[in-house]
């Protein structure tokens, strides 16, 4: 079962949102430093109508944070996307930038955090208060059945948002957790260029995840 919501819940995050100071603060800098970039709360990408939703960290400082749309100009995204396309969730062409026309199918992008946090590094305080999002926009998606983790912070954030305890679903690579009647959480590194550089994951371990995701998917009775 979903834990209950308030009435109304704010999906996303304003743009002048100033729940975390230090996020706020550090996204206001960057404003006056980079005008032309996006510099605020990114906002979920996709389909409204998706069953599949991939939970990232937070906004890159030169990808999503610069472009505005999750996982959009940085080389996490250009593995993602990649992936995405090969099992069938997404139409067009990602040439990492918002307006390349790229759609996704069956599917939605969002992240734990939505502003960019200093050096990447959210602190716990600043999930917690940002998962209000997070619960909402899973809350708000009617046909969800399959979440995709990408990391330890991510996975450790959807439970809770989902009213579940983090010690009966332990964050591992590649393993998939029932963790409703209906949403399975599927495990993945994220797809970050330190990870891939590391061999920490590889374009075969990752689309592995999705392999499974898509066998998953297509076994649901229509």
Not at 74 to 84: K, M, N, P, Q
Not at 117 to 125: M, S
Not at 181 to 197: E, Q
């Amino acid at each position: 079962m979903m834990p209950k919501r308030a009435a109304n819940p704010i999906i996303e995050a304003p743009y002048d949102c100033a729940l975390c100071p230090r996020l706020s603060a550090f996204v206001t800098a960057q404003r006056s430093k980079e005008p032309t970039w996006f510099n605020g709360p990114v906002r979920s990408f996709g389909d409204p109508n998706a069953r599949l939703v991939i939970v990232g960290l937070a906004p890159g400082l030169k990808g999503a944070n610069r472009t505005g749309r999750p996982f959009t100009g940085d080389y996490a995204g250009d593995l993602l996307y990649a992936t995405l396309k090969k099992f069938g969730f997404s139409q067009g062409s990602f040439a990492a930038h918002p307006d390349d026309g790229l759609s996704l199918h069956d599917c939605i992008i969002t992240n734990a955090v939505r502003c960019v946090p200093p050096e990447n590094k959210p602190t716990p305080a600043e999930i917690n208060t940002c998962r209000q999002f997070l619960a909402a926009r899973l809350d708000a998606l009617p046909k969800v059945r399959a979440i995709v983790a990408l990391g330890r912070i991510a996975h450790e954030s959807i439970l809770p948002a989902l009213g579940q305890k983090r010690s009966a679903h332990p964050f591992g690579h590649g393993t998939a957790h029932a963790v409703t009647d209906r949403i399975t959480l599927f495990d993945s590194y994220h797809c970050s260029r330190y990870n891939t550089n590391t061999r920490v994951l590889t374009t075969d371990m990752f689309e592995a995840v999705f392999a499974s995701v898509r066998t998953h998917l297509d076994n649901l009775p229509k």
